[in-house]
């Protein structure tokens, strides 16, 4: 089973701390659904027969997109692929854009899961993101998403904001969980270069949240969600029983997937390519995907990054599998002081972070990829 990313590479303004691939030449928009739907046709070998099992628009902001924009996309795309085991077709939303008829519109598409950005319930904190929607947007459009059948919805929350303090977080998610949805995707604020957000901590406009607060912060995230009945599924992701992301949770298992648009991402199994992340390239076919053969080390480290992140952990029979004794050796011998300190469990032969693991994730993963 292979999944499938479209990327929509439009947002009506952008938010300070944004480095995806997106630009606000809406008037662009036309010709971009046509180089989407002849990129549908000249890649369609890339998934060979395999059937798919997920579509997710994301973005940029795909809500941008109309109804005749989508079945221009649907139509080439069923035409195209096998979608009829196609279980999950998400799309991200901005709160702003989910007036009552756009979702009737997107009730009447493919669509069965919608994942909204909704980032905070604090105005304040959304100007200051450069955010377009209000809290109360958000939470309309959320009760609209659901009144109109959208029982399968996901919403991303932001922590770790300059200024935010841990009450601030707790009411946050409080008013996500008063919303009875199924999903929630959090992550802490990034300062990435090139971005607003980033020079203005460069030029000591605004100082990065202490450490130690960022590490409360996460702490009561898993400790509300999963009071509030959700599953722990993946380091940021969290979702009630069978409501996890099908879609990323493929990525997450090193399945087949298919990126379209300028900067998506590929992956076959054996090789990984991605799109160049220029739009006017993009529309004039100015651009091939660039496309690398991944190495047995290359292979390896992508199972280490992806699976560990997951409740599920590393099959150490898979690993031995694909990776022969060299690379399960070394990935036993790397594993060994994590698991001494508790930071690594071994259960029903998988390998997976234990609680106090999940907070030092990202230094223990690094030490189990292979570096030659
Ligand atoms: S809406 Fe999403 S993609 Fe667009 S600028 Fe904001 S964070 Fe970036």
Known sequence: MSGIYIHIPFCKTKCIYCDFFSNVRLDQKDRYVQALCDEIEIRKEYLGNDPVRTVYFGGGTPSLLNQSDFDRIFDILKDTF?????????????????????????????FNRISMGIQSFSDDDLRF?????????????????????????SIDLMYGLPNQTLSDWEKNLENALSLQINHISSYHL?????TKLYRLLESGKLSETDEKISLEMFRMLIRKLVDG?????????????GYFSKHNSSYWKGEKYIGLGPGAHSFNLKTRSSNLP?????????AKPITEVLTDDEQYNDFILTSLRTMWGISLTDLKERFGSRLFDYCMKQATPYLNRGMLIKQENRLKLSPDGIFISDGIMSDLMFVD
Request: hydrophobic share 35%; aromatic share 8%.
């Open 229 to 241: 009945g959700f599953i722990h599924y993946e380091i940021s992701n969290f979702g009630k029983e």
């Open 190 to 194: 990034i300062y990435e270069e090139g």
């Open 278 to 286: 220029d739009l006017n390239k993009y529309i004039n076919k100015e």
């Open 129 to 153: 993101l450069n955010r377009r929607h209000s809290a109360e947007a958000a939470i309309h459009a959320v009760k609209e998403c659901q009144a109109n059948g959208f029982g399968n919805i």
């Open 82 to 110: 096998d979608l009829s085991q196609a279980s999950e077709i998400t799309i991200e939303a901005n709160p702003d854009d989910l007036s009552p008829q756009y979702i009737a519109t997107l009730a009447s598409l493919p």
